[in-house]
Nanobody
């Protein structure tokens, strides 16, 4: 069974930066694509970014493109989300997830395991 543990969330002012980390255990990390999703209060869970098994392919939601960067370190079983130029609209609980395949996907139903989430709050 896969365990995913996110960290790095917090309170930041608009225009600031945060880096989220997600450590995976339980299965061979480098066999699977990974993704980040977020859910704001009263809203549905939303795709943010995804990366394939090697890190060679990434894909972003339009709302974060150019501001967020997803990356991974397979030796550390960790996927990252670097978030720059944050705005209050980025406030949400951020979840990392493990894909069912080695590729990337923006579809939440392509993901099999989810972390518990980390809160990101951006003040104006």
């Amino acid at each position: 069974q896969v365990q995913l543990v996110e960290s790095g969330g917090g309170l930041v002012q608009a225009g600031g930066s945060l880096r989220l980390s997600c450590v995976s255990s339980g299965r061979t990390f480098s066999d699977f694509g990974m993704g980040w999703f977020r859910q704001a209060p009263g809203k549905e869970r939303q795709f943010v970014a995804t990366i394939n098994w090697s890190g060679g392919n990434t894909y972003y939601a339009d709302s974060v493109k150019g501001r967020f960067t997803i990356s991974r370190n397979n030796a550390k079983n960790t996927v990252y989300l670097q978030m720059n130029s944050l705005s209050p609209e980025d406030t949400a609980v951020y979840y990392c997830a493990r894909s069912q395949s080695s590729g990337w996907s923006g579809n939440q139903y392509a993901y099999e395991d989810w972390g518990q989430g980390t809160q990101v709050t951006v003040s104006s």
